[in-house]
């Protein structure tokens, strides 16, 4: 039993902290988790993201389309206006009025003035209205100041002489174009934009009669920016397609921005567009928002899977532990222990198997541990036994010598010291014995030799007196002082010396003589028991040794040719073992 408690407590300094397997699978599990919210996650991302990038891209395309219907309906308006003073007949011969004053005059108000003011009370934005006319004889009306905003409808009978020789009208007249929408004067600083038809005489249509510019703002004719939100990076552009000009702007566009959203619109029947450049930021503006809250949906699902992940591990590792408590016990040598678990699944058909194992070792243990533990005891005491005899033999043949000899007086002696030696030996039946005990033994057969060899030998004894109560198995020490008598006596005298010391979790005998000595093959010879000449009592010491402590202690044996011979008993400081038998 001993032994047994020696396995379970080196069993128990096995043990070692461990990650149970349901937290190890908790790992691929949640990895497998977290990739899947990923996955998800930047699905779902780049689903809302295309989404609200297609969004803003139609509300824009809307906007734009809503500006050139705006453009081209209002531009139409005011083509309207012109193709109505351009085809009026009475229109013409009252722009051609010449004569008495008077007539001009009435004709002005009669004719000229009322065509004139007729769209502009019809046209719903602001415009100026001007006549540019050849006839030097009509009346001019002189309205506000043309480099001022348009602030209301107005409308201006002027001279031609004025725009004859002007920058901008000579540049007009090479184009060689007729009825367009052009920039000129200050426009482009006022950001208005002008409509151009010369007007000739019906009379021959090729006589020049006059010019009509309608000037409207261009905000008007684009409409509401509502829709472009320009403080937000998108600009929006009028652009003459012809004379590659921006006409007018609002916004700026980072170019730089290689995910700009280019938009264009043209207006028919004309050489301008509507362009609109976005930003990818616009377009993604929610970009952040959406990531934010995708982000706290998919770290919400992971702590929610992680959350049912550990209660799934628990509720299993519960089973493992009760697995793994079984184990330990078996390791630890309690093959009592059962484990039972209701249903029908692994961990039952595992918590089966260990009960019948159990139950298995159990009888193995009855029938071969127990017998086996049995064996050893009979044979700790056949191997004791076989020491008693053979001491017992030479001291009996030493006593005949005595007697034959006449040494009556010696021999009385032997066998009274004898009687006394037996006496410790027998120790009541118990297997061991106090050191104190075994050094007085080996003092009587010290005596009994004594009776034999008178002092022609020296015994010094040098035991650490805090180890003399541990207890050792009987005869240790008497088979190795006999050798010295039988084996390593030369000459006239021998001197034995008997030390005994603590160290670590050992305790050290030795036995030491300054004998003849041996050479290193005899000492192997004795340890393996091969000689004959006293080998056999050393080995059983060594064997008796090894079965009751184990095969880390023992006997070692230092010998020199003519220089002695040093024995050296190793054994467990904590002496007997515990729950050994005796």
């Given amino acids: 039993m001993a032994l047994t408690a020696s396995k379970s407590a080196h069993a128990e300094g096995r043990i070692k902290r461990y990650i149970p397997f349901t937290y190890k699978t908790m790992i691929p599990y949640l990895i497998l988790v977290l990739l ?14 295309d989404s609200r990038t297609e969004m803003a891209e139609t509300n824009l395309r809307t906007a734009m389309e809503q500006a050139r219907e705006n453009m081209e309906y209002q531009m139409d308006e005011i083509q309207r206006m012109s193709d109505t003073l351009f085809g009026s007949l009475p229109f013409q011969r009252a722009l051609q009025t010449r004569g008495d004053p008077l007539n001009i005059y009435l004709t002005m108000l009669d004719e000229i003035v009322p065509q004139i003011q007729s769209p502009l009370q019809l046209y719903g934005n602001d415009i100026r209205l001007i006549l540019y006319v050849t006839n030097e004889e009509l009346n001019y009306v002189l309205g506000d100041d043309l480099s001022e905003p348009i602030d209301g409808d107005d409308y201006y009978i002027l001279p031609f002489a004025e725009i004859e020789r002007t920058e901008w009208f000579n540049s007009y007249r090479k184009t060689g174009r007729d009825n367009d929408w052009l920039q000129i004067d200050t426009d482009a600083q006022l950001e208005n934009i002008s409509h151009i038809r010369k007007l000739v005489s019906y009379s021959d249509y090729s006589t020049v009669i006059g010019y009509v510019r309608i000037t409207a703002k261009l905000p008007d004719l684009l409409g509401s920016f509502d829709a472009f939100p320009v403080e937000e990076g998108i600009a929006l552009r009028l652009r003459d397609l012809s004379a590659d000009s921006v006409l007018f702007e609002r916004g700026t566009a980072d170019r730089s921005d290689a995910g700009y959203l280019s938009l264009r619109e043209e207006i028919p029947e004309s050489s301008l567009a509507i ?13 952040s928002r959406l990531r934010k809250a995708i982000v706290a949906v998919c770290l919400l699902s992971f702590v929610v899977m992680t959350c049912i992940g550990l209660v799934v591990a628990r509720l299993s ?8 408590s079984l184990v330990h016990s078996f390791e630890e040598g309690n093959f009592q222990k059962r484990i039972r678990f209701s249903g029908n699944d692994e961990f039952v058909r595992i918590a ?15 029938s ?7 064996k050893k005891q009979a044979e700790l005491e056949a191997l004791q036994a076989q020491i008693n005899p053979h001491f017992l033999f030479n001291t009996l043949s030493t006593i005949s010598s005595l007697a034959n000899l006449g040494e009556t007086r010696k021999a009385t002696e032997m066998i009274q010291r004898l009687s006394r030696f037996y006496r410790l030996t027998l120790n009541k039946g118990q297997v061991f014995i106090a050191l104190e005990k075994e050094l007085e033994q080996v003092q009587t057969y010290l005596d009994i030799q004594r009776v034999k060899y008178a002092d022609a030998f020296t015994v010094h004894v040098d035991v650490e007196p805090d180890i003399l109560d541990v207890r050792v198995i009987k005869l240790i020490f008497q088979p190795f002082v006999e050798n010295i008598f039988k084996h390593a006596w030369f000459g006239d005298a ?21 004998g003849v000595g041996m050479p290193p093959g005899q000492v192997k010879t004795i340890m393996q028991g091969a000689s004959h000449g006293g080998g056999y009592g050393v080995r059983n010491v060594d064997e008796r040794i090894k079965l009751r402590y184990g095969k880390e202690y023992g006997v070692r044996i230092g010998s020199v040719r003519g220089g002695g011979t040093t024995v050296l008993i190793a054994l467990p400081a904590s002496g007997e073992p515990s729950g050994e038998p005796e």
């Fill in 36 to 49: 899947t919210d990923i996955v998800i996650g930047s699905i779902s991302y780049r689903m809302l993201i």
């Fill in 275 to 287: 362009e609109s450049f976005v930003p990818s930021s616009y377009l993604t503006k929610d970009a």
């Fill in 317 to 324: 590792g519960r089973k493992m532990r009760r697995i793994v």
């Fill in 352 to 366: 089966d198997s260990f009960n019948v194992m159990a139950g298995n070792i159990q009888e193995l243990i009855n």
């Fill in 368 to 374: 071969v541990y127990v017998e086996g533990m049995q």
């Fill in 494 to 514: 021998i001197t034995i010396r008997i030390t005994g010391h603590r160290v670590g979790d050992r305790i050290e005998l030795k036995v030491i003589d300054d």
